[in-house]
């Protein structure tokens, strides 16, 4: 439920946020939760709540955009790595494993660094560092299918890879990537978050929660409500995903083991 929320509130965010999120107001700079701005605002006297609104729209937007990515490739390159034999399966997951050990959002923070700052360079690197897991889920699920009878059938009568992968592979693979995805789909939100707050995310003066955690920071003692809003609706933001993703696993595995 709470998840539908903040979907509802990234989609209609725009139309219920009370003020531009952009529109600079000096002599209200500062203001506590008030009747006018009900979170406040912050330095540049912008209102907050209409930021937080406007910023579930990047949040959220970029963290879909970026764990669809991820899930496209790292799903190609697990269905490369079933399907191509051993050579192939061990080249892929060889590169996997190295990918892998490199923390993921140190190695994103390195690639933006390097890029520079700006909403591609957040997309790409976290797109990059992102796919390892999709990519090792369809690769075990795809040698686990492989010895059906069907896709010895199917590959003994010389059917296409893409053939293969599109009607024998997909409809087993859909089920638990859709789950994995919910999982990577919270960790993008964190990652745009951490990555905004370091600077290397959404640049201003466009509203993204980890980039409003940023421009709190320094005024962290004396308006410490600042940092409250943005950070408050990343964790239950990433919460609620996290206990969708759980309540789905839950309804595939008693589908799959039906008491």
Sequence with gaps: M?????LLLAGLGPVLAPYDPTAINIPKRLSPPNSEFLLGTD?????????LLHGARWSLGLAFLISVISLVIGTTIGLVAALGGKRADWMVM??????????????AIVIAGLMGAGTWSLIFALSVTGWMRYARVARGIGLSVQSRGYVV?????????WSLARWHYLPFLIPSLTVVWTGMFARAILGISALGFLGFGVQPPNPEWGSMLLDARVHLRSTPLQMLWPGLAVVLCVLAINLTGDALRDAL????HPK
């Design 153 to 161: 059938q199917a590959r003994l009568a010389a059917l296409p890879a």
């Design 253 to 256: 595995a008693e589908r799959d």
């Design 2 to 6: 709470l998840a539908i929320v903040f």
């Design 94 to 107: 060889r590169t996997t494993d190295t990918f892998l050990a490199f923390p993921e959002l140190v190695a």
């Design 43 to 51: 330095a540049m006297g912008r209102d907050i709540l209409s930021r």
